[in-house]
């Protein structure tokens, strides 16, 4: 009889050959994916964060009975009064 026999017989498990890890291309597909919603995810956030500071500055400065007048021309400003200055 052979040794390798004798020990199976015995109660050893069968020797196996060195196992490789062996995922395949589901795995790849399933790791892509994740990176890509985690990515489309940030910049949505980023978005969202970009929208509603814009909102609040809109919100912030928005004034309907506030309107500033901007001079046409140079002529139509009018010179500063400085304190104390005599004319």
Known sequence: MRAATVLRRAGAPPRQAPRTLDLGVGTVTHTTLQM?????????????????????????????????HIPQSVDDRKEPELAGATT
């Not at 964060?49 to 004034?63: K, N």
């Open 36 to 68: 890509g919603l985690a990515v489309a995810g940030i910049l949505a956030a980023v978005g969202l964060l970009a929208l509603l500071a814009g909102l609040g500055m809109v919100w912030a400065t928005w004034r309907a009975d506030e309107w500033v």
